[in-house]
C-alpha cells in the first residue's frame, strides 16, 4: 500500500507543487492574513479537513495542527478564509482544468466530429438558515447556494464554476463565447433559451437542447418522408399534432422565436427533433402535456445523426450527472454547515477542487497501472471515479502525514492526539466545581446564576 500512497503523494505535489501554491498565495495577499500559518500545509489541509463527512473549521484546525505539528487557535484558521482563499481556491481549480484539459483523451466515435463536448448544469447546496440574507432559499425560510458548472467530456472534467444564490436564473450564469467553435454544447433545461443556440450557431458551435414536451414552434419542413396518406407536419404546431401521432419520431424543421427576447438572430429555423417516450411525462416539466414524447432542438444535420443518434448523444450529459453526485456525496457539496459567504464559496469550491485532483490522480494511476501493477490493484476499466474518490477520502489522514514527512514536517500523531486533550481554557472553573463548591449570593435571584460564582 505504502508503493501507491507514495505515487499519490508524489502525484497531489505535481499537480499543485508547493512553490506554485505559496507564490499563487502571496499574489492574492493571502498571506497577510496571518503569517503564523504556512499558505502550503493549510491549503493542503483545508481541502481535505472540509470535504470530510464531518468537514468543519474545527476539522480544518485539527489536521493543520496534526500536519505541521504546531498549535493553531480557530481563530487563527477562521481569519484565513476570506475573499483571499476563494480567490486561491478559484486559480487552483482552473490551474487543475487545464492540467486535465492538456492530457485530455480524444473523443471518437460519433463525437469524433467534434472539438470537445461541454455540458451545462447545476446543483443546489443546503445552508444554515442564517445564511439566508446573502443565499435566500426557495422559501423564506429556507437558504441555499447554487453551483454553476460546465464539464469536458473530453477531460472528464468541469473547466468553469460560478456559485450563486438558488434564486438566480441559471441562464444568466452561461456565457457563450468563441469557447464553442467546433464543439457540441448539451444544455439543461433551465439554460434554455432561444437567442443562446442561436449565437452557438452563429459561432460555428454545434447544440443539442432538450426542450419541455409542451414546446409549439411551427413546423416549416419535414426532413423525413412518410408513406402517402400519412399526416403532413408542414405548416402545423408541433402540440396540435402529437397527440394523434403514432409515429415513433419526427424529423423536421422548426421555427424557434422568443417574443420577449431583444437578439437580433430571432426568430432562427433550426432542426426539430421528436423520439416517443417510454416514461411518462413529467408533471413538473410540463403538467398540461397529453402525449409521450421527447423533443430536442439541434443544430446537427440529418446527415450526420439520425433522431435516435441525436437523442441519444443527448444522454451523454450522464457525465456531468455522475461528476455532481460525486461531489455532493464525497466531498461534502450536499450540505454546508458555515454560514459565513466567505466561508460557504470557499468549502464549495474546496468540493470541486477535490473533484479534480481526484480526476487527474485517476489518470495518473490508469497511466502507469501497467509498470506498477498489483494484484490487489483494481483493472483500469473497473477503477471508476466514484469508487476511487470514496477511497482518496478515507485515506486523507495518511496522505496528510505523508505529504507532511515530504514537505519537512516531523509530527507525532499520538502527541497531536494528546494535546487536543489539553484544557486551554484551564484557568476557568469546571461548571460542577462551581455547583458544589461556589459561594451563594443571597442578592441573586436567577437559579441558573449559581453557576457563575467561583468557590469562595
Known sequence: ???????????LRTALPEEAVARTARATDLVQRGREIGSVPFLWSFLFGTTQPDG?????????????????????????????LKQLLSETFAHLSIELGATESSLGGRFDRFRDVFITDATDCTLSAASFEDFPGYSDDHAGAQLHMIESLASRAPFFASITDVRTDELSQLQIGDWVADSLLLDDLGYHDYG????????????VNRLKVNSNGPI?????????????LEGTHIQDVLPDLY???????????TPSSDSELLPCEFRLVVTQSDEAADEEDAPDADHEYHLYVTNL?????????????????WSIETLIQEAKSVFGLDEISVRTTESIECFMLASMVMVLLS??????IRAGLGSARDSSVEEETETQ????????RAFGTDILRMLAEQFGYSGEPGETIVKSAIDRNVNRHALTERVAYGTVDPNLTKAGELATIRPG
Not at 433522431?307 to 443527448?314: F, G, K, N, S, T
Open 359 to 364: 480526476r487527474y490522480l485517476l489518470r495518473q
Open 196 to 207: 443562446k443556440i442561436a449565437r452557438i450557431d452563429e459561432l460555428g458551435g454545434w447544440f
Open 56 to 84: 468543519s473549521v474545527t476539522k480544518v484546525r485539527n489536521f493543520y495542527e496534526a500536519f505541521t505539528d504546531h498549535d493553531a487557535a480557530y481563530s487563527s484558521i477562521q481569519q484565513w478564509i476570506t475573499p483571499e
Open 385 to 392: 471515479p466514484m469508487s476511487f474518490s470514496k477511497r482518496l
Open 1 to 11: 500500500m505504502k508503493r501507491w500512497l507514495y505515487r499519490i503523494v508524489q502525484s
Open 247 to 257: 409515429r415513433s419520431e419526427i424529423d423536421a424543421l422548426a421555427q424557434f422565436d
Open 220 to 232: 416549416t419542413e419535414e426532413l423525413e418522408r412518410w408513406p402517402t396518406g400519412a399526416i403532413s
Open 301 to 317: 444535420p440529418k446527415e450526420w445523426f439520425s433522431p435516435r443518434e441525436v437523442a441519444a448523444l443527448y444522454s451523454a450529459r
